[in-house]
């Protein structure tokens, strides 16, 4: 059974940090991308960050680039995602997704929080 666990979120003040991760199993983790989404309250759900796990190349949209750092632990099926900087416009739900081909499997979501 393929499964996807975001953990992490949280409350944080604006400037603050969290670290992101999301547990993968069921899946040959090497072959597959892991993005991650957010959605805020009332918006679509937006494409953030994305990383190959094969090769480790990475991609940013701009409102988090230079802030939001992805990473994967091969050995753990984790990838993470570290949030610095944070401002209240990155207040939403979190979720990883792991693709491949046509199959794409999610994550329950995480919120996260960010006060002003």
């Known amino acids: 059974e393929v499964q996807l666990v975001e953990s992490g979120g949280g409350l944080v003040q604006a400037g603050g940090s969290l670290r992101l991760s999301c547990a993968t199993s069921?899946?040959?983790?090497?072959?597959?991308?892991i993005t991650w989404f957010r959605q805020a309250s009332g918006k679509e759900r937006e494409g953030i960050s994305c990383?190959?796990?094969?090769?480790?190349?990475?991609y940013y949209i701009d409102s988090v680039k230079g802030r939001f750092t992805i990473s994967s632990d091969n050995a753990k099926n984790t990838v993470y995602l570290q949030m610095n900087s944070l401002k209240p416009e990155d207040t939403a739900v979190y979720y990883c997704?792991?693709?491949?081909?046509?199959?794409?499997?999610w994550g329950q979501g995480t919120q996260v929080t960010v006060s002003s």
């Open positions: 997704a792991a693709s491949v081909g046509y199959s794409v499997y």
């Open positions: 069921g899946f040959t983790f090497d072959n597959y991308a």
């Open positions: 990383i190959t796990v094969s090769d480790g190349s990475t």
